[in-house]
């Protein structure tokens, strides 16, 4: 299986974060590639490349552009206003407030293109972020060139960032713009399944009323966890999408089986799609030892992950999401491609 691997990643090098309303240590930290791409090296599955630049006209059918140039622009505006480190969000357009008209306010356009204040603006956001779709982009290339399966080794992650706003330490959301390059290319019926501990809310937003794309998310219950406000079971899409988004919440301290009880059931709906192309959201924060998620999936248990989606017999596409118990991140990451590619032969 190749590996694209977004060497500039470590652009997005951000030092702190809001959570839970209090300033502390990033848990997005360079230190997560880092240490899938040494676990890679060390048992290596598949050749290493660099991406390939697709331009910009990938991401624009996926993000609005007033919200791609704010990215491409913020950190120098921040700059030039004396800001000082990372910058955070502040203030939204939330309820009765407007959020049509773009404000000249760098604090209030940071509101209005964000979702949370957990997700700090480094001098290296963009960059990171580009080449994170990029090399995406470089990954869904080898799948339609005919390999089996191939994966995108990036961050910041992406499932989180909507059409129009970033949160959740996304910017760019990868896995939808490879399903909409997918569509491009000319395949008809594309999956995506997110098997981050956080709902991907980003995503499912954006083919929310689409037949096109179908999305399953298995995720910690929204009433508790990130993202809170999306990610219910009664969400099934909408229009001509209706029945083609499938939400399976979860709720804190699930265990191995309970947890592919659920895999199971996306499974079983996206088998009635058939799609022609899965796309993978790999979060690895499914992990017993994960900092801030609480799901409780033993390491062997990411290889058995890698093995049915193997057997599925679809082209696969992996992208890297989540995961923050830094240490344990490259072997789960490495346990769930290198099951995928044992059952793939």
Known sequence: MKTVFNG???????????????????????????????ALRERPLGELLAPVDHGMAPLERVHAPAYL??????????????GEGDAFPAVWPVRTLRS?????????????????????????????????????????????AGERGAYCLTRPPGHHAGADFFGGYCFVNNAAVAAQAARDAGLARVAILDVDYHHGNGTQAIFYERADVFFASIHGDPQTEYPFFLGHADEQGAGAGLGFNANFPLPVGVDNERWFDALEQALGRLQAFDPQLLVVSLGVDTYGGDPISHFKLDRPEFARLGERLARLGWPTLFLQEGGYATEAI???????????AQAAR
């Open 8 to 38: 500039r990643h470590g652009l997005h090098a951000a030092t702190h974060e809001f959570f839970r309303g209090r300033l502390v240590p990033a848990f997005e930290i360079p230190a997560r590639a880092d240490f899938v791409l040494n």
């Open 69 to 82: 140039r704010f990215l491409q622009g913020a950190w120098d505006e921040w700059q030039q206003l004396g």
């Open 100 to 144: 049509d008209v773009e404000p000249r306010s760098f604090a209030a356009r940071m509101g209005l293109y964000s979702m949370d204040s957990g997700t700090p603006l480094t001098s290296g956001s963009w960059e990171a972020a580009y080449w994170g779709a990029q090399s995406a982009l470089t990954a869904l290339d080898q799948v339609l």
């Open 330 to 340: 490259g072997w789960n990451v490495h346990a769930v491609l290198q099951g995928f």
